[in-house]
Each structure stands twice: as C-alpha cells, then as structure tokens.
Nanobody
Framework: QVQLVESGGGLVQAGGSLRLSCVAS????????MGWFRQAPGTEREFVAA????????YYIDSVQGRFTISRDNAKKTVYLQMNSLKPEDTAVYYC????????????????????WGQGTQVTVSS
C-alpha cells in the first residue's frame, strides 16, 4: 500500500507564498510521476501540476504557470509544490497523487491516471 502525506498548507494573504510537501512511502517512488491536484468546496478535483519520475518533465495548468513550481527529491521520497503570488482563487484542499511511470504530457492532468492519493492539506488565501 502506498501512503502519501501532504503538509505545508495554511492561511496566507494574497501575494504570499507557501511550499507544500508530499512524502511517499510503500513504493519505488523514483519510478512514478507525481501530481498535485486541488479541490475547492462544491467543485470537482482539478489538476494543478505534474512531474515525471526523473524530474525532467513538468506540466502545469495555465492558471498557475509562472507562479507555482513542482519539484521532487527522490532520495527523500518527497514532491514539493512551491506556490508564489498566491491568489484567493487558489484556495482549496491540495492533494498529491502517485501517477504513471511513463510521462504522458498533457494527459498528466487526467485524474484517472493517478492510483494513490494523499488526504490533502488546506490552503486558504485571503484577499
């Protein structure tokens, strides 16, 4: 069984920054891509960012491009989401997820590609 544990969420003013972390256990972390998703109240979970198993390829939704950076440290079995210039529209519960071993480009945004999910960490951005 894979366990993913997110941390780093909190309350921040618009324009501020947060760094989310996701620590994985139970699998060979380096063989899998990882993704970050978010879900606001009353909405479906949406894709935010993904990174390939080696960290070479990344993919972001347009709304976070240039503001968020996904990275990973396979030795620590950890994936990060650096969130800068936060906006109130970024408010959501953020989830990390274990993805496929093959990099699938734009398809990384598909929730169905991800088999394991963390419990989420709340990010609240005030205006």
């Amino acid at each position: 069984q894979v366990q993913l544990v997110e941390s780093g969420g909190g309350l921040v003013q618009a324009g501020g920054s947060l760094r989310l972390s996701c620590v994985a256990s139970g699998r060979t972390f380096s063989l899998h891509g990882m993704g970050w998703f978010r879900q606001a109240p009353g909405t479906e979970r949406e894709f935010v960012a993904a990174i390939s198993w080696g960290g070479t390829s990344t993919y972001y939704i347009d709304s976070v491009q240039g503001r968020f950076t996904i990275s990973r440290d396979n030795a620590k079995k950890t994936v990060y989401l650096q969130m800068n210039s936060l906006k109130p529209e970024d408010t959501a519960v953020y989830y990390c997820a274990l993805g496929p071993g093959l990099w699938m480009g734009n398809r990384q945004k598909e929730k169905t590609l991800y088999d394991y999910w963390g419990q989420g960490t709340q990010v609240t951005v005030s205006s």
